[in-house]
């Protein structure tokens, strides 16, 4: 948590904003960019104080955690119940049959998300090609915000670009400094800045990413 690093008190007078409640502020943020949430956030620079006495807000918020995490169980068990259904069934098999439901497991896996990511290099599978277009929508979006946010502060300074994660803890320290690589904000610069972020992640190169997200 940002509380527990040294220079959280500096990087605040350089982040020069203060919403009413950073719990709601982070909530928020979370409801406009939910994929790349789910993908990472820095707990580095997440800013949430030392609370006394529990408010009515965190308590509302607490039993939303609490109904949201039940209800995550429940599929997760119905998930894991198909899985072991299908692999089980597999045992009994041999050859043309067993392949063929082999690769049936493969297909569901890969629906559920249970497959890893694709490795890099020149292909991305078919599945993951929706959810990296969304990735890339909101990242766009996520950096035209950062960059609109560049008032208070100089954005070629780097304390000032981790100052920023506390507003938008969702990019790592690498990440901000890509936003911030083109400084001016002709047309393009957005769409640079969020394939090179996500090339850095998937180890895949831009023009891999490009030609899988606009396909002709």
């Known amino acids: 948590m940002l509380r527990d690093r040294p220079d959280a008190q500096e990087l605040l007078s350089l982040l020069g904003f203060e919403p009413a409640d950073w719990r709601q502020h982070y909530q928020d943020l979370w409801a406009r960019y939910p994929t790349l949430a789910e993908d990472w956030i820095h707990l580095g620079f997440v800013n ?18 609490r109904r949201e995490a039940a209800e995550r169980d429940h599929r997760n068990l119905l998930t894991l119940a198909e899985v072991r259904a299908k692999a089980t069934a597999l045992l009994g098999l041999r050859g043309a049959a067993r392949a063929k439901k082999q690769k049936a497991l493969d297909r569901r896996l890969a629906e559920l998300g249970l497959r890893p ?100």
């Open 48 to 65: 949430l104080p030392k609370t006394g006495a529990l408010d009515r807000w965190e308590l509302d918020q607490r039993e939303r955690w």
């Open 117 to 216: 990511t694709f490795p890099g290099g020149a292909r991305i599978p078919k599945q993951e090609r929706p959810r990296l277009r969304l990735r890339y929508k909101e990242l766009r979006a996520l950096v035209d915000e950062i960059r609109g946010a560049d008032t208070s502060g100089d954005g070629n300074d780097p304390q000032y670009q981790l100052a920023l994660l506390i507003r938008f803890p969702l990019l790592t320290e690498d990440d901000m400094r890509i936003v911030f690589s083109e400084r001016n904000p002709r047309r393009g610069a957005t769409a640079t800045a969020a394939l090179a972020i996500l090339a850095k992640r998937f180890g895949t190169p831009p023009a891999t990413l490009e030609r899988y997200m606009f396909t002709r």
